[in-house]
């Protein structure tokens, strides 16, 4: 999940951003809400935040100016602003401290889920791209990105019946996109493929042992659905599970 927060100084506007928008279902975790721009600046320069949703018309230090400070920090956060003016102005100076866009308020659904999309894929790119770059430097990192796909292969062999993608990165904080980039990198398999050969192996074992019935075992191995079940041991196996059990003579 990337790490968002809101910064408007009206209580209302700040909390409806927060609980009327899908922010998890797009990847996005709010972690604080504050009410002018120095306490979001305090915030920035202590915890990790990946992107700002900020109001531009505030007390004490407003949307612009904390753009501006972000912007001498030389911060990869990205920011986006909101005003209730559309005035060139405020976005030619928005501009010029590399702000990511520019909502009007009241700001609209369909709008909000466009900007942050795009902002998520923005993000989800350039932690590939970092991906690549450190298992290219030295054997130091290399090292710790292998401990991350050990603590993923240990989470999937435990709870291969359950897991997916997306609870495996969150298990070690990073994004889905992310961790699939980095377990082809290092593996050589794709995320998807090694936790399916996993549930086909334990799927065999599992058919070995006559006190199962094919869909129990379908379920053990993660499939809610038998027919599904049987059609990837096919694939996998070439044969049906019942096929698999007893083996044409």
């Known amino acids: 999940m990337y ?3 809101i910064v408007d100084d009206e209580s209302a506007i700040r909390h409806g951003i927060k609980n009327y928008f899908p922010w998890t279902q797009l990847g996005f975790e709010v972690a604080g809400l504050f009410e002018n721009g120095r306490q979001a600046l305090e915030y920035c320069q202590k915890l990790p935040v990946d992107v700002v949703l900020s109001d531009i018309k505030m007390p004490i230090m407003d949307g612009l100016e904390l753009a501006k400070e972000l912007y001498q920090l030389n911060s990869e956060i990205k920011i986006i602003l909101l005003s209730g003016y559309r005035e060139f102005e405020y976005a030619r100076e928005a501009l ?3 702000v990511k866009n520019y909502i009007l308020k009241p700001t609209k659904y369909e709008e909000l889920y466009e900007v942050f999309s795009e902002i998520k ?3 989800d790119q350039e932690q590939i791209l970092n991906v690549e ?9 290399r090292s710790y990105y292998d401990k991350i796909i050990d603590t993923v292969k240990s989470y999937l062999y435990q709870n ?3 897991a997916t993608l997306n609870s495996a990165s969150e298990l070690v904080h990073l994004s889905p996109n992310y961790l699939s980039t980095l377990f082809k990198d290092i593996t050589g398999e794709y995320f998807s493929d090694f936790l399916l050969r996993i549930r086909m192996e334990e799927a065999a074992k599992l058919l070995n042992d006559i006190r199962y019935k094919t869909y129990q075992i379908s379920d053990l191995v993660g499939y809610s659905n038998p027919k599904n079940f049987t059609r990837a041991f096919k694939k996998y196996y070439g044969l049906t599970p019942t096929e698999f059990r007893n083996p044409p003579t």
Do not use: A, F
Request: charged residues 50%; aromatic residues 10%.
């Open 160 to 162: 291969y019946r359950i």
């Open 133 to 141: 770059s450190d298992l290219q430097e030295d054997n130091t990192d």
């Open 121 to 123: 894929e923005e993000l």
């Open 96 to 98: 010029k401290y590399e």
């Open 3 to 5: 790490k968002l927060i």
